[in-house]
């Protein structure tokens, strides 16, 4: 290890010479995320009361038992119980035009100018009867339908229109023979599977997408069990997990690397945030990289595109904005295989994954590694700061990381120099 770092010094010694300073900004971070599946919605806790009817309480907030079966880990026969009410969603592909259905969730999704805009729960096809994935468009639409039985139906003549028809009152029949999206007269089978292979909607939610589609518009069906979206305003990344009802094979941390390789964030697979979002499928979003934690230095608020991470003992941030907001620079070597970051006197160097880090010329260990986020450097904030001169403490009342120029006192009066502060 030693010798690796005296071969970093060397070269950097030759390459720092005349190398202009490289003023790395996160944009590039906050673009590779953003072509992430976005994340919308919030969701709500319902205090329930006795044995208030789940099924009454999920059509009241347009989601399927199911939905809350999951999201509450199957927590739901106790009574007088918080409920988690899942509504704030990860849609199942970036962008799309139309109908978007990902089988595993149950969930149904419109988009229009390439974004997501209204989620409703269905039910699909039951085992043996599976909804087909694919591309297809909506062929014909209609009011209070007649149903005509197919083969395997008991009834051989036709239903017409009313509280018998399993249609319900709306059908959007796709370019596949036999499979459409339709309300029904049997809304508890929402969130289930339980059709022949067809869509069943919450009556009321049918009419919202009755309005919303016209004859030609897009429809994709997808099997999805893991999604990954990024939610810009709050600079988190979340993961949602969802089941496998037709058994096609289960998805593991490996997977979750696989998707995150492209902007070089496959090391996210390895943290305990991801593990834990993997022990059951909840469908619920779980947040995996970044945070709500706040950065304030001098006083001032660190605007950051991923928010905050703990990661063993020290928050991982972009080091674009903490840098510029500490007044040092920052250099990043041939390779992106270090980055040098240098304030007054103070010379920190860090290698991507590496936590021990030379301060001054001295090698110390690093609170966390720091890690590449889409070619930008993730460092650690507490030993960068520190390492630059910089005093660091917390504000928990408004979960806030307060970075000071100088040994000194923070906003709450608590003493910031030594040592750091510890975790979330």
């Avoid at 690796?4 to 005349?18: E, I, Y």
């Avoid at 709306?170 to 289930?192: D, E, F, K, Q």
């Avoid at 660190?302 to 703990?310: D, I, Q, R, S």
Wanted: include cysteine; charged fraction near 20%.
């Amino acid at each position: 290890m030693r010798t690796r770092w005296f071969f970093v010094l060397v070269v950097v010694a030759g390459s720092l010479v005349g190398w202009p300073r490289s003023v790395l900004a996160q944009e590039n971070l906050r673009r590779a995320l953003s072509r992430l599946a976005p994340v919308f919605g919030e969701s709500a806790i319902h205090s329930r009361k006795g044995k208030e009817d789940i099924y009454a309480i999920a059509r009241r907030y347009g989601v399927s038992a199911s939905d809350l079966y999951n999201a509450n880990e199957g927590h739901l026969l106790l009574g007088d119980e918080l409920l988690l009410i899942p509504m704030q969603r990860i849609a199942p592909v970036a962008s799309a035009d139309g109908v978007v259905v990902n089988l595993t969730e149950r969930g149904i999704y419109f988009y229009a100018n390439g974004r997501p805009m209204k989620r409703f729960p269905v039910a699909i096809g039951m085992p043996g009867w599976e909804t087909p994935t694919g591309d297809y468009t909506i062929a014909n639409k209609a009011k209070n339908p007649t149903w005509f039985p197919p083969e395997w139906a008991a009834e051989e003549n036709p239903v017409p229109p009313g509280p018998d028809n399993p249609l319900g009152d709306r059908w959007m029949g796709l370019s596949i023979r036999g499979y459409g999206i339709h309300a029904t007269n049997a809304p508890a089978s929402v969130g289930r599977y339980s059709s022949h292979g067809c869509m069943r909607m919450y009556p009321e939610h049918a009419h919202a997408l009755y309005e919303l589609v016209k004859v030609g518009t897009p429809a994709k069906i997808v099997y999805e069990q893991l999604v990954l979206g990024y939610r810009p305003e709050q600079g988190i990344l979340y993961l949602a997990y969802y089941p496998d009802p037709y058994r096609m094979g289960g998805v593991g941390r490996e997977t979750v690397a696989g998707r995150l390789k492209e902007y070089g964030l496959a090391w996210v697979a390895r943290l305990p945030a991801v593990g834990a979002a993997l022990e059951r499928p909840r469908g619920v979003p779980m947040p995996v990289l970044g945070s709500k934690t706040k950065v304030s230095v001098n006083g001032k608020r660190v605007e950051f595109a991923l928010g905050p991470t703990w990661v063993g003992g020290d928050w991982l941030v972009p080091a674009g904005p903490l840098v510029s907001a500490l007044g040092a620079e920052m250099e990043v070597g041939p390779g992106r295989n270090y980055v040098v970051i240098t304030r007054d006197q103070h010379r920190l160097f860090f290698s991507p994954g590496d936590a021990e880090v030379l301060l001054d010329g001295q090698l110390v260990t690093a609170g966390a590694a720091p890690q590449m986020a889409a070619g930008h450097p993730l460092v650690p904030l507490k030993t960068t700061a520190t390492g630059l001169g910089c005093s660091v403490g917390r504000d928990d009342w408004s979960d806030t990381v307060l970075v000071w120029d100088g040994w000194g006192l923070g906003r709450t009066g608590v003493a910031v120099g030594q040592p750091p502060v510890g975790g979330p």
